[in-house]
């Protein structure tokens, strides 16, 4: 089975090439944000407390993503592929967190991390806000999900580095060529 974690800054293309990924490979797509948004949208007291979190720019705490992520792992069919994780994980503790869940269930996972220009991130950000509606792209928000992504979400590139398991992409060319580096990165661990 073949599980990507796809990792990059907020507008590094995570969405869009998990898309084209999913597509490509017949791989189920997990958008933790897409999940998070959808509890949102229900009203309930979790997705109050996560809408109140997400607005300010700040990440959902480990034990309540780490649930909603386990859940949907022993949840997959048989004939599942493989799983593009988006979004997930955001600490090194749910990198740990989603080694063992995925070894429990006998599998492991490849991450692809989209490095991407801070100035290109941040205009990619603006410009989908005009069209998305997006509350959290917005200059003042957008500044503060960088920063909260280089403190917690950048160091799980060296958790997997460490257990060899690391890919690096150059997100800042056009989305094909983005989606061209990946696929080389994936057709050789398939051929592995």
Excluded: W
């Amino acid at each position: 089975m073949l599980n990507i974690i796809l990792c990059g800054a907020p507008g590094s293309g995570k969405g869009t090439q998990s898309a084209f990924i999913a597509q490509k490979y017949g791989l189920q797509h997990l958008s933790t944000g897409d999940v998070l948004r959808a509890e949102i949208a229900k009203g309930s007291e979790l997705g109050k407390q996560i809408g109140a979190l997400i607005a300010n720019g700040n990440l959902v705490p480990d034990e309540m993503i780490n649930g909603v992520i386990e859940n949907y792992i022993a949840s997959l069919p048989e004939d599942c592929k493989g799983t593009i994780f988006d979004g997930y994980p955001r600490t090194v503790a749910q990198a740990e967190a989603l080694t063992e869940m995925l070894k429990k269930y006998g599998m492991d996972g490849l991450m692809i991390d989209l490095m991407v220009d801070e100035q290109l991130l941040i205009q990619r950000l603006i410009e989908r806000g005009k069209v998305s509606g997006r509350a959290d792209d917005n200059l003042n928000t957008i500044r503060h999900r960088i920063a909260v992504y280089h403190q917690q979400t950048e160091p799980i590139a060296h958790y997997y580095l460490h257990h060899g398991n690391y890919c690096a992409v150059n997100g800042n060319h056009s989305m094909a060529d983005v989606f061209l580096q990946i696929m080389r990165i994936i057709d050789k661990s398939m051929n592995n």
